[in-house]
């Protein structure tokens, strides 16, 4: 598709189990960014990648987190031994540049759920 | 520390009504931007402003970036329900930073 793809929509874990959540940006597209969205609220930036730039990683809550884009394209965001406040949607976007007056292209979203 | 405050953070209107919603920080951005999202679904851009004081207008809604680039407002004439949902701001300082996000003013419009 033309849009940013990322799976699994939805996954339900237990808590201290290891999640990878994957996310396939619009071809082309330099930068990429992940976000956290808790129920009803705003985003909460994560990790920003740009390039062959060293990624922005200071959103990124804890140690538990990690984040990484192999060759320049796809993403993957790992969360190790998962806790139930680790429970959001994790929303992936892309952009032609890291330049901020560009538009920010979003997936739809992965769902996590920590019993 | 919340960089972008906005507000208010929910609102309910009938089809027909006026109303206005607000980004606001001490801090000075090069740029903002105003998203829709609607629910099961990422935010869609809808206006990016770049100049203290700019206006820009997209049909029923006009966006204003403040004079000092610390604030904005949209405001929607004549809400339709399809203007329900989460209306969210983000701005960066400096270029090369990632965006950062308001937490949102949630918007029902019902007929």
């Known amino acids: 598709g033309a849009g940013v793809s990322q799976s699994p929509s939805n996954k339900v874990t237990e808590k201290g189990k290891d999640v990878e959540l994957r996310c396939d940006p619009i071809s082309g597209h330099t930068a990429l960014y992940w976000y956290r969205q808790s129920l009803g609220q705003g985003l909460e930036f994560l990790i920003y990648?740009?390039?062959?730039?060293?990624?922005?990683k200071s959103g990124l809550p804890s140690d538990r987190f990690s984040a990484e884009r192999t060759g320049g394209s796809v993403s993957t965001l790992t969360i190790q031994r998962t806790q139930q406040e680790d429970s959001a949607v994790y929303l992936c976007?892309?952009?032609?540049?890291?330049?901020?007056?560009?538009?920010?292209?979003f997936g739809e979203g992965s769902r996590l759920t920590v019993l | 520390t919340q960089l972008l405050e906005q507000s208010p953070q929910f609102l309910s209107i009938q089809e027909g009504e006026n109303l206005t919603v607000y980004c606001n920080s001490s801090?000075?951005?090069?740029?903002l931007q105003w998203y829709r999202q609607e629910p099961g679904e990422g935010p869609v851009l809808l206006v990016t402003v770049v100049t203290g004081g700019e206006v820009k207008k997209l049909k029923r809604l006009t966006f204003q970036f403040g004079d000092a680039r610390k604030d904005s407002s949209l405001h929607i004439t004549a809400a339709q329900p399809g203007d329900t949902g989460l209306y969210l701001c983000?701005?960066?300082?400096?270029?090369?930073?990632?965006?950062?996000f308001g937490k949102g003013t949630s918007l029902l419009v019902t007929p």
């Open positions: 976007a892309s952009s032609w540049t890291g330049a901020n007056t560009g538009e920010l292209f």
């Open positions: 990648f740009q390039g062959n730039s060293a990624p922005d």
């Open positions: 983000a701005g960066d300082r400096n270029s090369g930073y990632a965006l950062n």
């Open positions: 801090s000075v951005f090069s740029s």
